[in-house]
């Protein structure tokens, strides 16, 4: 067990990851209450140089909800921000463990027939933890990729909010990898966000064409068509299963071409700066941020990087060799190259 000095040490390298990044703000998407309170405590200790929001898991709720009251969520002290609750569905696709309607073309992970993957909680057990969070006024971000997973957030959010979509609650269903164009006419119905993974168009894609065939692989992570249809979309790394890499990100979703060169789902294509917005103004909306961070404008946090080349104007298929030269946050150099 790491001594408090190693934590120390451990926080600030951690932070580093992100800033050399260009990160300024990060998400910890899944806080179990130990480390919770490890993030508690750099906070406490001003130890914390990049803003930090923190979705406690779902089955912490009661643990995290005796030591802060809902009045800790949604606001930063000290960089720390309690965001809201995660609640995580299914497993991965690419490991055979996303929940789907129909089934793997491969079978399951230990030869199962007919495999279409599993619920992490029955469908009555996650209308139930989600009518907890939002009795308690919080935010909800699900972890949800196969389409049957989708399906069970879309059942608990119209259950827990008894069919009021009206309140701005932002509910987030991150991944949403595998999601049928009547589910994003859903999200955009029942106000709910999409936080894509194009990376997996580059890194997993040849796993998802095995076990899910070629048609829904190409739709994976449908920004294109989400956008046309309204749905606020972000995207995101999962780090770290994949490269924090925030220009990774923009040429994953602009260019959408896997490790063997191979063009993937090519008419879900979107422009660098939809890609950017993705990770910037979306994100701060996200988080509901929109009105001091996400995007150039006065009145706004100074939270800038400077890369060394211009996305909006290379070749698309360079921009994953753009260099971030300095990350700014609030106006102070937190890296430099």
Request: hydrophobic share 35%; charged share 25%; aromatic share 10%.
């Amino acid at each position: 067990k790491p001594s408090s000095d190693q934590l120390k040490a451990q926080v600030k390298s951690g932070q580093m990851i992100y800033a050399s990044a260009g990160i300024t703000t990060a998400q910890e998407g899944a806080t179990h209450l130990h480390d919770l309170i490890i993030l508690q405590n750099a906070a406490d200790a001003g130890d914390l140089f990049i803003d930090v929001v923190s979705y406690p898991f779902i089955t912490e709720i009661d643990s995290v909800m005796s030591r802060y009251t809902t009045s800790d969520f949604g606001q930063y002290k000290n960089r720390l921000k309690l965001g809201g609750i995660k609640i995580t569905i299914d497993g991965s696709p690419q490991g055979r463990t996303a929940f789907f309607t129909s089934p793997y073309l491969t079978g399951g992970p230990e030869g199962q027939k007919n495999w279409t993957g599993e619920p992490t909680f029955s469908q009555a057990t996650a209308n139930d933890m989600l009518k907890k969070v939002y009795d308690l006024g919080l935010q909800c971000t699900f972890h949800a990729n196969g389409d049957a997973a989708i399906d069970m957030c879309i059942k608990a959010h119209e259950y827990a909010s008894g069919g009021d979509f009206t309140k701005d609650r932002r509910t987030t269903v991150i991944h949403s990898q595998f999601v049928r164009p009547d589910q994003l006419d859903t999200y955009v119905k029942e106000k709910i966000l999409a936080s894509f993974y194009t990376e997996h168009t580059f890194f997993f894609a040849d796993a998802h064409i095995r076990n899910r065939g070629e048609a829904q692989a190409s739709f994976l992570s449908p920004m294109k068509t989400a956008l046309a249809k309204g749905v606020k979309c972000t995207n995101h790394t999962d780090f770290n299963v994949a490269p924090i890499d925030q220009l990774l990100v923009v040429w994953s979703a602009v260019n959408r071409i896997s490790r063997n060169g191979e063009p993937i789902g090519p008419e879900e294509c979107i422009t660098p700066y939809q890609s950017l917005q993705a990770i910037t103004s979306n994100a701060a909306y996200q988080y509901f941020e929109e009105d001091r961070k996400g995007s150039l404008k006065e009145g706004k946090l100074a939270d800038l990087v400077i890369l060394d080349k211009n996305p909006l104007k290379v070749d698309p298929m360079e921009t994953k060799e753009i260099k971030v030269m300095e990350t700014i946050k609030e106006g102070t150099t937190i890296y430099k190259k």
